[in-house]
């Protein structure tokens, strides 16, 4: 088995840190609280979980450290510097694919280079890209004639030829079936574990956090702010009827209020 903290491959990930952000919805005569005050540290090369309540707050703090928004209160700093605008070494990887249908695979990868005008002394890292996410027959393929889960590899590879620092996971497998979802999950720390880069995971799916992370931050409902930490000292590849995952998965289950569920 192999442990994230033991791998031969230096950090590439860069540090995070917020520092009591909250923020709210403008709904023209009122405002919807959506965070509050939430304090967060990330590690370069970490992986951390985010859980929590449906519509808490979670999509929308990852929206704040890609820089698509300003929060209304509070710092957030990556590697010491503060965040205020979209940057590609901060990644957001959204939970549907969003492919462009009139573009091939590989032009959909090559997307963010070219609007960077990168592209054309960079078509080696599209192509490495594709076949690092294993979609090399299929790079002149178009969305079309994907299945969902080549097209979230499409996606994947467009946020990793980027080469990010940091990568943002808004459910990126919450609509996939679940044979697919389990192929993926291995797929995403074979990634993690090779590129080091930093990776903040929203889910709704404890399991996956609990597979997933180094660490699993609770949220409670909107505004959110972070109410428990679970820590996971468990190597990788782990396993499902792990004793230490079933426990942090009932407590996990029981701060989520779902304990009698479970």
């Known amino acids: 088995m192999v442990s994230p903290h033991a791998t031969p491959v230096a950090a590439h990930g860069l ?3 917020i520092r009591g952000v909250s923020h709210a919805f403008d709904l023209g005569k009122t405002s919807l609280p959506v965070l509050n005050k939430v304090d967060l540290q990330l590690k370069a090369g970490e992986s951390v979980a985010l859980l929590g309540p449906s519509g808490c707050g979670k999509s929308t703090l990852l929206r704040l450290i890609a820089g698509l928004e300003t929060p209304l ?19 957001l990887m959204f939970q549907d694919p969003t492919l462009y249908p009139w573009r091939t695979v590989w032009d959909n990868v090559a ?12 078509h080696a890292r599209v192509d ?15 969305p079309h004639q994907l299945s969902g ?8 590879a467009r946020a990793l030829v980027n080469e990010p620092r940091l990568l943002l996971l808004d459910e990126p497998l919450g609509k996939l079936d679940s044979l697919t979802r ?21 889910t709704h799916d404890v399991e996956e956090a609990l597979l997933l992370c180094d660490r699993v931050l609770v949220f409670s409902p ?11 000292d468990l190597n ?9 995952l079933v426990r942090l998965r009932q407590e996990a289950m029981q701060l989520l209020g779902l304990g009698k569920n479970w």
Request: aromatic share 6%; charged share 25%.
């Open 73 to 91: 209160q509070g710092q957030l700093l990556a590697d010491g510097q503060a965040i205020v605008a979209p940057n590609p070494e901060r990644v």
């Open 182 to 202: 389990i192929t993926m999950q291995s797929e995403l720390i074979r990634l993690w574990q090779a590129r080091r880069y930093s990776s903040l995971l929203v």
């Open 111 to 122: 997307l963010g280079l070219q609007a960077r005008r990168l592209l054309s002394q960079e």
């Open 222 to 232: 909107r505004p959110a702010r972070i109410i428990a930490e679970l820590k996971l």
């Open 128 to 142: 490495a890209a594709i076949a690092t996410v294993g979609l090399q027959e299929f790079r002149n393929a178009y």
């Open 236 to 244: 990788y590849p782990r396993h499902r009827d792990e004793p230490e």
């Open 149 to 156: 889960g080549m097209a979230q590899r499409a996606a994947l």
């Open 15 to 17: 540090s995070l840190d």
